[in-house]
């Protein structure tokens, strides 16, 4: 990892890439320009069969903050970041999973590291995702899970007006944009594989509340994201079943740890 500051913590940004080369180029030029100076950007691509993996072989082999990792095979977003992580500087701080249909405002990272550094207590945080292509309109201020296991993504559709412009615990960070401490995901050996996509943020941020860390929402750092993009890459059938079953896992795996 290239860094011009030794004052500020090193973050390492996990981006899985999974057949979403047409949105590679937007992602990473907009991460390339984050005003933090220490970070480094580690590109995983979950076996891509559309070009991604010679597209940033042939593009971003000679950026130095960013090392590109390429699976053998799709590992699903949960086991694509854990092999990410593998790779991530042993000096970093922080780990931010971020989706590789997004683009980040410069001050973005700064933001998340800033409240983190203010708070030892909180364990993951979440930036404010707003919906790609739309005129300020809110994709998630955090996320709920309720009574009966529905996910409840707050603001979403809302127009952005400030509704939700203050830092607050919320019960889980979407992974789409989120900072963990690098010991927390150490110590909770990162998201279970077995989930391969979705609910595993939900999953991992109930292990770290059950260690006594919160989970926050952070307006100031800003993320837009083009939902669901990557998922729309699987067959409908294998989307609902991960869905259906992994939110089932989410409500029973956290518990049955914590009374083991």
Request: glycine share 6%.
């Amino acid at each position: 990892m290239k860094s011009t500051n030794n004052c500020t913590p090193s973050v390492s940004i996990i981006i899985v890439n999974y057949n979403g080369k047409q949105f590679l180029n937007d992602c990473l030029h907009s991460v390339l320009q984050t005003d933090y100076p220490n970070y480094e950007v580690i590109l995983i691509d979950n076996g891509s069969s559309d070009g991604s993996a010679e597209y940033i072989t042939h593009m971003f082999k000679d950026y130095p903050r960013i090392t590109i990792a390429l699976l053998d095979k799709n590992y699903g977003f949960s086991e694509g970041n854990n092999r990410g992580s593998s790779f991530i500087n042993k000096k970093s701080k922080y780990i931010v999973f971020l989706n590789n249909d997004t683009k980040v405002e410069k001050s973005w990272l700064k933001e998340l590291v800033n409240v983190m550094e203010l708070d030892k207590n909180i364990g993951v945080a979440q930036a404010k995702l707003l919906i790609m292509n739309k005129n300020r309109v809110i994709d998630c201020a955090g996320a709920l899970i309720s009574r009966i296991g529905q996910v409840i993504s707050c603001g979403y559709g809302q127009k952005d007006l400030g509704q939700y412009d203050c830092i607050r615990e919320i019960f889980y960070a979407k992974g789409a944009a989120m900072i963990v401490r690098r010991n927390l995901w150490q110590v909770l050996k990162g998201f279970e594989p077995l989930f391969f996509f979705y609910w595993e943020d939900a999953d991992f941020c109930w292990r770290v509340r059950l260690m006594g860390y919160k989970i926050v929402f952070i307006p100031n750092s800003i993320v837009y994201h083009a939902s669901k993009a990557t998922i729309s890459k699987y067959y409908f059938s294998s989307v609902s079943f991960y869905d259906s079953r992994n939110r089932i896992f989410t409500l029973v795996y956290p518990l049955i740890l914590y009374i083991a």
